[in-house]
């Protein structure tokens, strides 16, 4: 890709590593790339100062929710490296996502390109305080101006990126889940297993209402019977029952996170039984009273690996080894982090050097 730069004049002042919280400070600069049918698709890659995006007020996007994204994080490692973890992975899901929503695709070596020439100019974003790293957010939209509904043939592509902290406010400290029983997330044949912001538009609600009760997020059941957990507001989530770990199927409902496949192949390297199936609530909540349900925790690229403390459904509360972190959560916690920046060996090949 022939990227033109156009370096900003006027760079901000770095945020405090101490405190960055999640996603409130954006860096110098930002990656776009069109893609017009009628250009011959790809066209004009470009990094340029971080800025407003100008977009007709009838653009597709803007009223028929045609938008992908993806998340994923650079690390800078002790020796002053930055490595990005899988990113393969976030262009396969981002092809995945696109194919669904009727969106181009982009290939895995642009898609990577684009984000490595990206974070270099941005390099000294890349934060070094413990716990902290620089999240990317490609994301793509159709910028059409056309009220009817049809399928467009003009997107914008766009990278951001974001230096951050821990995602939840007390960091990794054990949150509070209510398992939702009025609302769905998603539904078989609908866009469950893609990043699409519409995913997220139609949970809005029910988050609101968890947090107004004092939830950190809440954990969906399916969306036929409502009798099986499926994932929660922004993670993936496993189950440790009496040693061995649960946690449901991505069969288009669920969302394929990174972070659920890193950990499954972690955990059954380490011999522990991993069971992509079916839970029940009902078993789970009994489980729970048993004390087999030993360990919960949730698994997603801004999240990492975030103990549970409790779950309530239909107003019954379970709480999961006295609410606090568990031995197996930890282990897992320690065990990618430590892989991700760099301070365990990387046995899997998932991390790729940013080369400067
Ligand atoms: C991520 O983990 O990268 C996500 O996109 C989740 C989002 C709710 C922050």
Not at 194 to 210: D, I, M, P, R, V
Not at 225 to 248: C, D, H, L, P, Q
Not at 296 to 313: E, N, R
Request: charge should be negative.
């Amino acid at each position: 890709m022939d990227i033109k730069l156009e370096k900003t004049t006027n760079p901000k002042e770095k945020p405090d590593e101490k405190n960055l919280g999640f996603g409130n400070y954006m860096t110098d600069h930002m990656f776009l790339i069109n893609y017009d049918g009628d250009k011959g698709g790809w066209n004009n890659p470009r990094i340029v100062p971080y800025a407003p995006l100008e977009i007709e007020p009838n653009a597709v996007a803007l009223h028929y929710a045609q938008e992908t994204f993806e998340g994923l994080k650079a690390y800078r490692t002790e020796d002053g490296k930055i490595q990005l973890f899988r990113p393969d992975m976030n262009a396969t899901r981002m092809i995945n996502s696109n194919r669904r929503l009727c969106m181009p695709e982009m290939p895995e070596d642009m898609f990577i390109e684009a984000i490595k020439e990206v974070v270099k100019v941005d390099k000294d974003w890349v934060p070094s305080e413990k716990d902290t790293s620089l999240y990317i957010r490609p994301f793509m939209f159709t910028n059409e101006g056309m009220l009817g509904l049809h399928v467009s043939d003009h997107f914008l592509f766009a990278i951001i990126l974001s230096p951050v902290g821990a995602y939840y406010e007390n960091g990794i400290d054990p949150v509070d889940i209510i398992v939702e029983e009025n609302y769905v997330r998603a539904v078989e044949g609908g866009t469950g297993f893609t990043k699409c912001g519409g995913n997220y538009a139609a949970s809005a609600l029910a988050q609101k209402e968890a947090e107004e009760k004092g939830f950190t997020q809440v954990l969906w059941l399916d969306g036929k019977e409502r009798k099986y957990v499926e994932e929660v507001g922004s993670m993936n989530i496993m189950f440790v029952i009496n040693g061995e770990v649960y946690t449901a199927p991505t069969e288009g409902t669920v969302l394929p996170g990174v972070t659920r496949d890193s950990i499954i192949h972690i955990l059954k390297d380490w011999g522990i039984p991993v069971h992509e199936e079916k839970i029940a609530i009902e078993d789970l909540m009994e489980y729970g009273k048993t004390g087999e349900l030993e360990e919960i925790f949730g698994t997603g690229t801004a999240a990492v690996v975030s103990p549970v403390k409790s779950l309530t459904y239909k107003d019954e509360k379970i709480t999961v080894n006295d609410g606090k972190i568990g031995e197996l959560t930890q282990k897992l916690y320690d065990e990618l982090t430590g892989i991700q920046w760099g301070k365990k060996e990387d046995k899997y090949n998932w991390t790729v050097d940013i080369e400067e």
